[in-house]
């Protein structure tokens, strides 16, 4: 991700992300205690599998709140496309083997029946002018309901049996890359649909005219309207567009990555789509920022094994909190991102 | 109310009385009826499709709730924590802090009021006097571990301009973790399985008084029904209160008058979360007599959130508002025993409530539909 520098908006937040990164990459070489060192290149291999599906979620959030309404509802809508995920390819195969197409099959039901739910959700915020805030936390609240009664009522238990995830392909010639073929050519071709996804957003939103209207609907909807464009059809297609990503985001956890649905406590979810929220407001708004942030927290997630690797055991139950600790510090350290000036605001036409 | 003489009881009463013929008052209370009634027939349906029994679903609830004396202990004791914690949502939101870390602030209130009781129980003869003078200290302890940690997000609101919805949430595991961490590595008895603390000496406790529950005294109900009318009697009566109330409707009016937002902010958040402190510490006091692993405690914290959107983000409207929950909580739990219906669905028509109460447009909508007119259904 060298040479991004002109693609951004703000330097300030590129060099914050970067700086991070850079940081906690320096820190962990500083952590020269005997053994072998923090950042390998399996570190990096499972840091980028963590940070999918939070970037995913995040491209999603970012789109919204680009155009003005706050999808608060991210971490909700990651529990049903987790369950979902989970539930279709169980169902399609008859509680028989899952085959890899059972899986491909099960993510495209995720990405129709989160955008049906998504829809749903968009119709109470911009028909019905719901409070964004309430609204996306009883997106949560339901998942956090209807994800382990549904997975009772399917498997007997708040959790599904062990399930098989997509296998790793090797894309010829591209996997001989040393490091860089390994980690992106040689893996999960989930990791690198993400990239190109995160690319395609980033090209969409400051490259096209539909993402200039995305902006515009977000920081002047007046004059996106008095220029002929449905601003609430804008914000339907984002909200929607946001529930699925989050709900993929949620299936590559459950099924993609991950093996099987877990609903215990607040479900394997576990916050990753509020770290979304906080990776897209660190990336400022910027789906390359946004997945650099992510990459962050995935490593953050996965710091655990690497202290483990080199003989600092820490239980688990501390480790299991360094994302969130990372969170707190870039909000606080971040402070103030400008949000765009229309979000929260229902938009109604003149006359 | 225009009668100076009319005692301070009456005087509340007449209050009430004026805020229930407030149209809008009444359309919230409409709005929050119909609600439910929609959440649970949603609930009701999703039961019937998943191959239950839809009409012993709703019987059971209700009689999970109210249908015996052991049941009504039961819901009264989820409502007594869902009416504290349901005060503490409100005066933050009224407030317009979104203080979504009411569950991180109640476990480390609990946890601040065990380490009180365990730590000076052995300084202290063993008597019921020792008992009142431990509950007094741990109480002390909950409400400043409580406020404190409510303090840290409203500072980084205040100063930093972080989002308090996302610090309240990251705070909240935080504060489970680490407290499970502690239990498990400093307090856990020699030997034992589970991460709990040793019992707490058995002159701690509420008195059984009316119902004879092991875990819920008319007591703690008492003390929820005493902090909701203090609250109250602040938010309405005096200077900081009215302060409080115009900083979340009128920022601007708030600031003219000379309030500053920054410090209303922390103080507001210090309030709320005082009062999740005091809900940890009857939880560890009133139900639990110990202290747990506070991944497996009941998520009171965030439904005190529906709680308080339900009662419209007013102290007096969460007693409804959390007797309701509490009956649901209750029922909930009843057909997960007895039904074999997974208690969850409660959780899910919960955040169904949630939903439709932050979207009133959408009866406003339904009620000209149907053309019967204005905020009727």
């Known amino acids: ?351 | 109310m225009s009668d100076a003489a009319t005692g301070g009881v009456r005087g509340l009463a007449d209050r009430i009385a004026d805020y229930m013929l407030d149209a809008s008052v009444l359309e919230r209370i409409v709005i929050a009826v119909v609600a439910t009634a929609l959440a649970l027939l949603i609930g009701s349906i999703i039961v019937a499709a998943s191959g239950y029994d839809a009409v012993e679903f709703v019987s059971s609830l209700v009689y999970g709730a109210v249908g015996n004396v052991s049941n009504l202990a039961f819901m009264l004791r989820q409502s007594s924590m869902l009416i504290l914690t349901g005060v503490a949502v409100a005066v933050a939101f009224r407030a317009g802090v979104f203080n979504i870390g009411v569950q991180g602030q109640f476990v480390v209130g609990g946890f601040a009021a065990t380490l009180g009781i365990l730590f000076a129980a052995p300084v202290l003869p063993q008597s019921p006097l020792s008992g009142v003078v431990l509950m007094a200290f741990a109480t002390v302890c909950a409400l400043v571990a409580g406020g404190a940690y409510a303090a840290l997000p409203g500072l980084m609101k205040a100063y930093a301009d972080a989002n308090e919805v996302i610090t309240t949430i990251m705070l909240n595991f935080i504060a489970s973790g680490v407290v499970y961490f502690l239990l498990d590595a400093y307090l856990r008895p020699e030997g034992a399985a589970a991460p709990n603390t040793e019992q707490f000496p058995d002159y701690v406790g509420l008195p059984s008084v009316v119902f004879e529950s092991p875990s819920f005294s008319i007591l703690g109900l008492g003390v929820a029904l005493v902090t909701v009318v203090v609250i109250y009697l602040v938010m309405d009566r005096t200077g900081f209160g009215y302060d409080l109330v115009t900083s979340g409707y009128q920022e601007p009016a708030a600031k003219y008058s000379g309030v500053d937002p920054q410090r209303m902010i922390v103080r507001t958040m210090t309030i709320s979360g005082m009062i999740a402190g005091l809900a940890g510490a009857l939880f560890a006091i009133m139900i639990l007599g110990y202290y747990s692993d506070p991944n497996t405690f009941p998520t009171f914290g965030f439904d005190a959130i529906a709680v308080s959107l339900l009662a419209a983000n007013n102290p007096l409207g969460v007693i409804p508002a959390g007797l309701l929950f509490g009956g649901l909580d209750a029922g909930g739990q009843y057909i997960g025993f007895t039904l074999d219906v997974p208690s969850e669905l409660v959780d899910g028509v919960i955040g169904l409530i949630v939903l439709f109460v932050a979207a009133p447009e959408l009866f406003r909508a339904a009620g000209q539909y149907t053309s019967l007119g204005g905020d009727r259904e």
Do not use: C
């Open chain 1, 1 to 351: 991700m060298s040479a991004t520098g002109t693609l951004f908006d703000d330097r300030r937040a590129l060099l914050g992300v970067l700086g991070a990164l850079v940081a906690v990459i320096a820190l962990l070489l500083f952590v020269d205690l005997p053994g072998s060192d923090l950042v390998t290149v399996g570190a990096l291999e499972r840091a980028l599998q963590a940070a999918t599906p939070i970037a995913l979620a995040a491209i999603g959030g970012l789109y919204a709140e680009k155009s003005g309404v706050f999808n608060i509802g991210l971490e909700g809508f990651m529990i049903f496309g987790a369950l979902i995920g989970a539930a279709v390819a169980w169902l399609i195969a008859g509680g028989g083997d899952i085959s890899q197409l059972h899986l491909w099959i099960a993510f495209g039901a995720v990405a129709v029946i989160t955008g049906v739910l998504a829809t749903l959700f968009a119709v109470l915020l911009i028909r019905y002018e719901a409070n964004q805030i309430v609204a996306g936390l009883a997106v949560w609240f339901i998942g956090l309901g209807f994800g382990p009664f549904a997975a009772t009522v399917l498997w007997g238990g708040v959790s599904s049996p062990s399930l098989p995830n997509i296998d790793t392909i090797a894309v010829p010639v591209l996997a001989e890359i040393p490091v860089l073929g390994r980690l992106l050519f040689d893996a999960s071709p989930l990791v690198l649909l993400t990239i190109v996804v995160t690319v395609a957003a980033w090209v969409v939103l400051f490259r096209t005219r539909y993402g200039y209207w995305v902006q515009a609907a977000g920081e002047n909807p007046e004059a996106l309207d008095t220029a002929g464009v449905d601003v609430n059809r804008v914000r339907y297609a984002t909200v929607i567009f946001s529930g699925v990503m989050a709900g993929l985001g949620g299936a590559v956890l459950s099924i993609g990555i991950g093996s099987g649905f877990t609903g215990t406590g607040v479900t394997m979810v576990d916050g990753r789509g509020w770290i979304a929220i906080v990776a897209y407001l660190f990336g400022n708004y910027n789906p390359l920022g946004t997945y650099g942030a992510s990459l962050l927290f995935g490593a953050m997630d996965m710091l655990q094994i690497q202290l483990q690797t080199i003989g600092i055991s820490l239980p688990g139950s501390i480790t299991g909190l360094f994302p969130y600790v990372a969170v707190l510090i870039v909000l606080v350290g971040v402070g103030y991102t400008r949000v765009p000036s229309a979000v929260g605001e229902s938009y109604d036409t003149e006359e």
